[in-house]
Nanobody, 122 residues
Framework: QVQLVESGGGSVQAGGSLRLSCTASGGTFSAYAMGWFRQAPGKEREFVAAINWSGESTYYADSVKGRFTISRDNAKSTMYLQMNSLEPEDTAVYYC???????????????WGQGTQVTVAS
């Protein structure tokens, strides 16, 4: 079973940038499609971005397209989310997730991290 640990969250002013990392252990990282989700206070968890096992295919929610970039380094068992032009509406707990199938990781991942807080001040 793969274990996922996020890092890189914090507080930033609107217009700023953050890079989140998700490091995997206990499994074959390159076998998994990976994704990022977020949950804002009082709202349901929502899909943010996903990447297939090789990194060749990426998917984004409309709300972050053009501002966020997902990537992965299989040699380091790590996935990243580069977040630019951050807005107060991006404030949420961000979770990384994994599943063997790319289309499924976008909706019902089989593995979750514990989350990292991102706060964007206006």
């Amino acid at each position: 079973q793969v274990q996922l640990v996020e890092s890189g969250g914090g507080s930033v002013q609107a217009g700023g940038s953050l890079r989140l990392s998700c490091t995997a252990s206990g499994g074959t990282f390159s076998a998994y499609a990976m994704g990022w989700f977020r949950q804002a206070p009082g709202k349901e968890r929502e899909f943010v971005a996903a990447i297939n096992w090789s990194g060749e295919s990426t998917y984004y929610a409309d709300s972050v397209k053009g501002r966020f970039t997902i990537s992965r380094d299989n040699a380091k068992s790590t996935m990243y989310l580069q977040m630019n032009s951050l807005e107060p509406e991006d404030t949420a707990v961000y979770y990384c997730a994994a599943h063997y199938i790319t289309m499924v990781v976008r909706t019902t991942p089989s593995h979750w991290g514990q989350g990292t807080q991102v706060t964007v001040a206006s």
